[in-house]
């Protein structure tokens, strides 16, 4: 995505019908709804599904990816052995985490140029079989989501919450999400109709308070399209002095808090790693409507899960900024698309 190589991409999975899927910052190299894209892989963000189409893979591609620890969910998917080509502009990235058997140092948009051309100067045609390998997994994977998404239980569910907003957006709208409890739920469920940067997490070393500072940014950069910026109640309370500034400059952010009164990353882990032994991770609720509303910043509470579409399109459709408390499913309980939590 940022060697902007998106339609070079996009003609070299055509040409070979190669399945696709995406680390959470390679989001937008390809349009999630293309047939041959199983969406992002990875123990955050990532589920059973997308896992399944690495997993029967015989030959990988990394393309300007480092094949960390998260992407490849500890290094088990691809498994070792698995034939790896890999791209990268850094050659020090290349062979770092897996034997390699073909490495390119090269931007991504020029190397799938360049392989485009020596293609396009072949008489014969290959296919892959990417699209018939990926059709059935991202079946499964969207109707399990489908059933999250539709459930009337409160606290509201994530998954209904990031549903409502996709209904809601426009293609071009700028979502950032906090490495919390966002991050998961938009890398897997916030499905891109378009290639190009949307999504932006920076989820990496989980440092809470980024999304709304970056909200900031995305508005003055980019004047005039809508800008949705997503975080914990923890996270909120690491930078929400930075409200003043959205008030003062009159950005068109709408904030949505996941209010589920725990620092929820860290508690799951402990619930899974700790016998449900928890230390530091409870606070009480915080009135995050009445907060924004002392900052002149219009709010609402979504409780009722009936009630969050229209409450979210009143946020999403007003002129000036916005922010929505919605009372959430404690990250501990819910059904996240996180395969190992890490405390």
Not at 63 to 69: D, K, N, T
Not at 108 to 123: E, K, P, S, Y
Not at 316 to 323: A, D, M, N, Q, S
Request: glycine letters at 8%.
């Amino acid at each position: 995505v940022l060697a902007r190589g998106e339609d070079e991409l996009t003609a070299l999975v055509e040409a070979l019908d190669i399945a696709v899927a995406t680390t959470i910052s390679g989001q937008g190299a390809i349009p999630e709804t293309h047939p041959n894209c199983i969406g992002v892989v990875g123990s955050n963000g990532g589920v059973p599904e997308t896992r399944e189409v690495v997993e029967h893979a015989d030959l990988v591609l990394f393309a300007g990816c480092r094949a960390g620890s998260v992407t490849t969910e500890l290094w088990r998917y691809p498994a070792k052995g698995t034939r790896i080509l890999h791209v990268d502009s850094d050659p020090e990235v290349i062979g770092a985490s897996y034997k390699t058997e073909v490495a390119v140092v090269s931007d991504a948009r020029l190397a799938f140029a360049a392989l485009n051309a020596a293609l396009a100067a072949r008489d014969d045609s290959h296919s892959f079989g990417g699209a018939a390998a990926v059709a059935n997994p991202k079946a499964r994977k969207w109707r399990k989501f489908q059933a999250l998404a539709e459930s009337l239980d409160s606290p509201i569910p994530p998954e209904r919450t990031v549903a409502t907003l996709r209904r809601l957006l426009d293609d071009d709208a700028i979502v950032v999400g906090d490495p919390g409890t966002p991050c998961p739920y938009i890398s897997a469920y916030y499905e891109l109709n378009a290639s190009g940067r949307r999504l932006f997490s920076n989820r990496a070393h989980g440092a809470l308070g980024y999304a709304l500072s970056a909200a900031v940014g995305a508005a003055v950069g980019a004047p005039g399209q809508k800008v949705v910026s997503l975080m914990g109640d923890g996270s909120f309370g690491f930078t929400c002095g930075e409200l003043e500034t959205v008030k003062r400059l009159a950005l068109p952010v709408t904030f949505i808090v996941f209010s589920n009164s725990s620092y929820g990353w860290i508690k799951a882990g402990q619930k899974t790693a700790f016998g449900e032994r928890y230390y530091s991770v409870d606070f009480d609720r915080t009135d995050h409507r009445a907060v924004a509303e002392a900052f002149g910043v219009t709010a609402f509470r979504a409780d009722d899960p009936e009630s969050l579409e229209a409450t979210l399109r009143k946020a999403v459709e007003h002129p000036g900024p916005t922010l929505v408390d919605v009372i959430s499913q404690p990250l501990q309980d819910a059904r996240a698309p996180v395969s190992e939590w890490i405390a």
